[in-house]
């Protein structure tokens, strides 16, 4: 049996096009070849010969740069071409990368795939619900599908559902084609978890819309408030067959309840000032409150050294807290070069983020280390986690691998926005502070200058319906 031949691509950022930072090439982590089929998920389809070019990923951050982005599009490319022909294409995107000098990266990358491939092989991606989708993209392409959990735990379930509707229309058992609504609606994903109203039962639906008659997939996007796009907003695919009627009329149904809804997208857990959120941890009679420092979230684009919170808690005499992280490569190596149980006068702060940041000096011991990549150090009565590279210090193993332990803190300030990962099930007291940053969640104060208006928060006064 003639075995299909299906091409495996894919370059996924998160781009906060608010930084001053530029994620580079070595930011991104690549995968090639046979490295993309190793696992067993790939070896279950007896009937596919895989064909698997480049995959790429970084963390959230700044804009991709222009060379950054070309040097991995024309490998990709040139791996692709040298693997034709195939007889479909499944593509591992964000939906949120934004590029230096080209704008949306998701867009002319799967142009360049169309240019290689031809406009008759079934192209099929899975998304991250925080993607800012184009409608090139959706018509450049027969299926997308995106993640259904905030915080994310079903990436596997997603990339298996765009693979299985690929195969099918490379089968020739479906045409499929995208339906794409996008509201004039701007969230924050702190405003959408979908474990709370009324992300939760908005998401709830799309099993139900699934199951109707001529409907392949159905997805909500909440978008990424931090890219400044043309295309930065909610969104709701539904993937059709046929004429795509079926599709369109429950694409227009969800996106006037998501519309309808608007104004109950809040937070889901307790908001405050950064002063309020100092205040109500101190005098907590549960711990550990934990504290989201959502202006300088890490895993939103955030720099991760603004030293507001610590700043905060010193001048308050604040005890039995803990700081995690703040990003600074240089004073992690000041440190470890003074070793543990030294003391050590360093100047932390606004090194990244030179816009929301600055430089903070303190005072403190080296209480332990995990070298290269963490010091903690003692500052008073606050401990402060310094992270070598930007990232969230969220799970119990990084707390533990220098010898701490969130539960017995009484406050822990994390910079994330929404909680995730072992520190959700940590807090008692969960705070959302509305920091200052690079992720600002008070988006009416963000410089858009792309985001096309009126667009709902930053105007409240207009009407709208999918249907017209």
Not at 214 to 230: E, Q, R, V
Request: glycine share 8%.
């Amino acid at each position: 049996m003639m075995k299909m031949r299906c091409a495996i691509c894919g370059i996924r950022h998160e781009s906060n096009s608010f930084s001053t930072l530029k994620t580079q090439i070595d930011n991104f982590g690549i995968a090639r070849g046979d490295e993309i089929t190793a696992g067993d998920f790939w070896k279950s389809f007896e009937d596919v010969e895989w064909v698997p070019t480049l995959v790429a990923g970084a963390s959230p951050h700044g804009l991709v740069s222009k060379e950054a982005y070309l040097e991995l599009k024309n490998e990709l490319i040139s791996r692709l071409r040298d693997g034709m022909p195939v007889d479909g294409v499944y593509m591992s995107l964000h939906g949120a990368m934004h590029v230096e000098g080209i704008g949306d990266g998701e867009t002319d990358l799967i142009k360049s795939v169309r240019e290689v491939v031809g406009s008759a092989v079934p192209i099929a991606g899975s998304l991250d619900l925080h993607g800012n989708i184009s409608p090139e993209l959706a018509a450049s392409t027969n299926a997308l599908t995106a993640y259904r959990t905030a915080p994310h735990v079903d990436g596997a379930e997603t990339r298996e559902r765009a693979v299985n509707h690929l195969i099918r229309c490379m089968r020739g058992e479906v045409k499929a084609s995208n339906v794409l609504i996008k509201l004039p609606l701007l969230l924050p994903g702190e405003y959408a978890v979908t474990e709370a109203e009324p992300a939760r039962s908005l998401y709830a639906k799309l099993p139900e819309i699934e199951s109707q008659e001529g409907i392949l997939d159905a997805s909500i996007l909440i978008g990424c408030a931090w890219t400044d796009s043309p295309y930065t907003s909610v969104s709701v695919i539904i993937v059709g067959e046929g004429d795509g009627e079926k599709a369109h009329e429950a694409a227009v149904s969800l996106a006037n309840e998501i519309w309808s809804r608007r104004s109950e997208f809040v937070p889901e857990v307790e908001v405050a000032s950064v002063e309020e959120a100092v205040r109500i941890g101190i005098d907590s009679d549960v711990s550990p409150v934990v504290i989201s420092d959502s202006g300088d979230n890490v895993t939103a684009g955030g720099a991760g050294d603004i030293p507001i919170f610590l700043e905060k808690l010193l001048s308050e005499g604040a005890a039995n807290t803990i700081v995690a992280g703040l990003t600074d490569p240089d004073a992690v190596k000041a440190c470890i070069q003074a070793g543990v149980g030294s003391e050590v006068a360093l100047t932390i702060g606004g090194k990244l983020d030179k816009v929301n940041g600055y430089p903070f000096g303190i005072t403190g011991m080296v209480e332990s280390l995990n070298a290269p990549s963490a010091a903690l150090l003692k500052v008073g009565g606050v401990r402060l986690i310094l992270v070598a590279d930007r990232r969230a210090v969220i799970d119990i193993n990084s707390f533990q691998s220098l010898g701490v332990d969130p539960r017995e803190q009484q406050i822990v300030v994390v910079k994330v926005g929404l909680l995730h990962s072992d520190i959700r099930d940590v807090a008692k007291k969960p705070i959302m502070a509305l920091s200052p940053g690079l992720t600002s969640l008070a988006l009416d104060k963000l410089p858009y200058r792309q985001i096309k208006r009126p667009i709902f928060p930053l105007v409240r006064d207009f009407e709208w319906n999918a249907a017209t």
